[in-house]
């Protein structure tokens, strides 16, 4: 039975206080665009406001893990929160930056197939790709394509879902967002594997995981399923909203918030 989320300080209080009563236990989990920043029309302009940065840095000074968990590749996710000290999970759960180190580790289950998306995604015309507004985003093993501010995006939307199909048969993954289409190799990462890796450290039992879109269900899921065994004592998902969002976001949430704004208040009270 899907709980009803709930909001305001009173619920932040009750779900959050055994991760502020004892923060070396606890890990602070938060996925980036949508969540920490707020959506850009382009991808390439979206930026963390200074007070999350903030609230972060201060988090990360006493909480046992601060980890983002982004779509982007980790040293992107890396450039746009601005921090060191913290970790990063970048393109879904396929690479790992832990705190203080510099080297991007990457997911060993993808051996040999780092390319496979590129090599599907140059069998189509890019022009062709282009002109109806689907964008595509170089991601290495991963390759994206963005149809936000195509002249039609119902039609760059149809064209993506045209492609997603013959991916599939490729024996590739597709994976939606907020008007976008990701294309993988199957198996491997995913917001629930980056969740369940950055926990795996020392003396961590207890966690809060936000996000916004669809991917971070899978977070949401293995939260869960790692409270449910017993590992987590304490496990909050926050559900980032927007219009955009996936309805199932709102169900699977402990927690609910009305956009980034919402989430910074949380982490500022995490912080106080
Ligand atoms: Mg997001």
Request: aromatic share 4%.
């Given at each position: 039975?899907?709980?009803?989320?709930?909001?305001g300080?009173?619920?932040?209080?009750?779900?959050?206080?055994?991760?502020?009563?004892?923060?070396?236990?606890?890990?602070?989990?938060?996925?980036v665009?949508?969540?920490l920043?707020?959506?850009?029309?382009?991808?390439?302009?979206?930026?963390?406001?200074?007070?999350?940065?903030?609230?972060?840095?201060?988090?990360?000074?006493?909480?046992?893990?601060?980890?983002?968990?982004?779509?982007?590749?980790?040293?992107?996710?890396?450039?746009?929160?601005?921090?060191?000290?913290?970790?990063?999970?970048?393109?879904?759960?396929?690479?790992l930056?832990l705190?203080?180190?510099?080297?991007?580790?990457?997911?060993?289950?993808?051996?040999?197939?780092?390319?496979?998306?590129?090599?599907?995604?140059?069998?189509?015309?890019?022009?062709?790709?282009?002109?109806?507004g689907?964008?595509?985003?170089?991601?290495?093993?991963?390759?994206?394509?963005?149809?936000r501010?195509?002249e039609?995006?119902?039609?760059?939307?149809?064209?993506?879902?045209?492609?997603?199909?013959?991916?599939?048969?490729?024996?590739?993954?597709?994976?939606?967002?907020?008007?976008?289409?990701?294309l993988?190799?199957?198996?491997?990462?995913?917001?629930?594997?980056?969740?369940a890796?950055?926990?795996?450290?020392?003396?961590?039992?207890?966690?809060?995981?936000?996000?916004?879109?669809?991917?971070?269900?899978?977070?949401?899921?293995?939260?869960?399923?790692?409270?449910?065994?017993?590992?987590?004592v304490?496990?909050?998902?926050?559900?980032?909203?927007?219009?955009?969002?996936?309805?199932?976001?709102?169900?699977?949430?402990?927690?609910?918030?009305?956009?980034?704004?919402?989430w910074?208040?949380i982490?500022?009270?995490?912080?106080?």
């Open positions: 039975m899907p709980r009803e989320s709930e909001t300080e009173g619920a932040w209080a009750t779900l959050l206080g055994p991760l502020r009563a004892e923060p070396s236990k606890a890990a602070i989990l938060t996925d665009d949508g969540t920043a707020p959506i850009a029309d382009r991808a390439e302009d979206a930026a963390v406001p200074a007070a999350a940065r903030e609230a972060l840095s201060a988090l990360s000074e006493r909480f046992g893990l601060v980890g983002c968990v982004s779509g982007r590749q980790a040293e992107e996710a890396r450039r746009l929160v601005g921090l060191e000290g913290i970790a990063y999970a970048g393109n879904h759960g396929l690479e930056i705190p203080g180190e510099s080297e991007v580790r990457p997911d060993p289950s993808l051996a040999g197939r780092e390319q496979e998306a590129t090599e599907f995604i140059a069998g189509f015309d890019a022009a062709e790709l282009e002109a109806i689907l964008r595509r985003e170089d991601k290495g093993p991963i390759q994206a394509l963005h149809w501010g195509a039609d995006e119902t039609i760059a939307e149809r064209r993506a879902h045209e492609i997603a199909v013959t991916a599939g048969k490729a024996g590739l993954e597709p994976r939606w967002g907020r008007k976008v289409l990701e993988r190799p199957v198996g491997g990462g995913g917001k629930d594997a980056a969740v890796s950055l926990l795996a450290g020392e003396g961590l039992d207890r966690a809060v995981y936000a996000g916004d879109d669809r991917t971070d269900l899978d977070a949401f899921r293995r939260l869960q399923e790692l409270s449910k065994v017993g590992e987590l304490a496990a909050v998902r926050v559900g980032v909203l927007s219009p955009e969002g996936p309805a199932e976001l709102t169900e699977e949430s402990d927690l609910t918030v009305g956009g980034p704004s919402g910074l208040a982490l500022e009270w995490l912080a106080e």
